[in-house]
């Protein structure tokens, strides 16, 4: 914790007294720390009181006061940039709205979105619990949770209505723990810091006609989860994703395509110079050989529909990489294919196959789950267990981190 730069952001939320013990924790630790508060917040703990125990102004507008001589109109921009970590605590339903949508209206929620990519944001929901437990606020949870924040449940506990209940924010040496630990895991350096990576997301459409299209049931979520981690651990990322209904992960840069053609076309454009390619796309292997514009009539009795084969897109770079490249590809099968995923990392030419077991409850298309193995090109294997995505996300992530540096010495 020491010299690390900590914003803490505080919404209004009964739960913002304990924040001065908290920011108090930190000094004591050695952290720098400045403070954000929201016009909320500022009904439940005093700026003074903020000011006197961080040692640091409190920051609460993105404009500068009246004094028409203070011109920095840009701290909100330099605090973003200054930060190791941005801990948001209490968090109220209304700050989450706004964390969620994207807004800046305060220094609190601008600093959100200036924050540099790979800095852990911790977010302490707290609020009544059937305001915790209500749709929106769960979306938006889900929203800032796939985009990478680190969202910790609120505690059981007596609440201010008087009722007994979750909603509780725990308390400061708890959120001290967590920040702690949230530090530890980003500030091991990871071999992908300033690599290329590129991944590609989801399934693909083949068009039929105007309104019909073959496709699978891809939700994405695989290909999200390793953009998190990768960008996570200091890579640039970019995400080549079919149609899927995703948030877009902090600090990535999203390319959006529908077809098999135009993912390929767009991967092609990072053959060249990405270090890490992953697919973990779905991608149709077959597209029809003729389409319609328009919507095609039901007149005849029986239809035939001819199918070309799309380009393999791993399989093309596979052929050109260079040695510093790495090719990752997902070979999803049912339990009886480790075979198939073996011949894929041999026929595509990659370095390591994530031979993806399908069961329609817990591993594979649209679940949160998944069972991988890991299978690289000198036989060395590693099966995990039943993860979740991002869980299993973080381990192909590592056992790339191992394989890298050979290839790039
Ligand atoms: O998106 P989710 O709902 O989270 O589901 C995740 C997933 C099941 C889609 C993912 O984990 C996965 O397993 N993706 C690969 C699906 C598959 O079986 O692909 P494949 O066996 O057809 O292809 C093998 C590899 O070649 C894959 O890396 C694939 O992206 C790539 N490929 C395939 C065909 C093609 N034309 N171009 C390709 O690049």
Redesign the pocket.
């Known amino acids: 914790m020491k010299g690390k730069n900590i914003i803490v952001g505080i919404s209004g939320g009964i739960a913002a007294y304990k924040t001065p013990q908290f920011v108090r924790l930190l000094k004591k630790r050695g952290a720098n720390v400045r403070v954000a508060l929201t016009e909320g917040g500022s009904r439940f703990v005093s700026e003074l009181s903020l000011a006197t125990v961080s040692g640091e102004p409190v920051y609460r507008s993105i404009f500068p006061a009246t004094d028409t001589r203070n011109t920095d109109f840009t701290s909100h921009i330099s605090l973003g940039e200054w930060a190791d970590a941005f801990v948001i605590a209490p968090a109220t339903a209304h700050t989450l709205a706004k964390l969620a949508a994207g807004l800046c209206d305060d220094m609190l929620s601008t600093c959100f979105i200036t924050l540099r990519p790979n800095k852990p944001v911790l977010i302490f929901p707290a609020m009544d619990g059937q305001m915790f437990l209500s749709p929106s606020v769960q979306r938006n949870i889900k929203t800032l949770a796939d985009q990478g924040c680190h969202i910790i449940n609120p505690e059981s506990g007596e609440l201010a209505s008087g009722q007994c209940g979750l909603g509780r924010m725990p308390e400061p040496e708890s959120i001290l723990t967590a920040l702690e630990y949230a530090l530890q895991t980003t500030s091991q350096r990871s071999v992908l810091e300033g690599k290329l990576v590129v991944i ?3 399934p693909t459409r083949e068009k039929i006609d105007g309104v019909r299209f073959i496709s699978n ?7 999200f989860a390793l953009a998190r981690a990768a960008v996570q651990r200091g890579a640039n990322v970019t995400l080549i994703t079919g149609p899927v209904h995703l948030a877009t992960p902090a600090g990535i840069e999203r390319i959006d395509v529908e077809s ?1 053609a135009e993912m390929h076309a767009a991967a092609r454009s990072f053959f060249v110079d990405c270090d890490i390619f992953i ?7 077959y597209r029809p050989a003729l389409s319609f514009d328009g919507k095609m009539k039901k007149d005849a009795e029986e239809m035939t529909i001819t199918l070309i084969k ?6 093309d770079f596979g052929k050109q990489k260079k040695h510093r490249q790495l090719a990752v ?5 049912t339990e009886s294919g480790l075979g198939f995923a073996q011949q ?1 990392l041999i026929d ?1 030419n990659l370095d390591l196959i ?1 031979f ?1 077991i399908f069961n329609r409850k817990t591993s ?3 679940v949160d789950t ?1 069972v991988l193995t890991l299978i690289a090109r000198d036989g060395f294997t590693i099966e995990l267990p039943l993860l979740t ?1 991002d869980d299993a996300a973080g381990k192909l992530l590592d056992a790339i981190e191992k394989l890298l540096p050979q290839k790039q010495l």
Do not use: Q
């Not at 799309?310 to 399989?315: E, L, W």
């Not at 590809?329 to 099968?333: K, Y």
């Open positions: 590609t997301a989801g049931y891809s939700s994405g979520k695989m290909g098999a697919g973990a796309a779905a991608v149709a292997d799309n380009p393999d897109i791993i399989a590809g997902f070979a999803l099968e894929k595509k994530a993806n594979g298309f649209e998944n995505k």
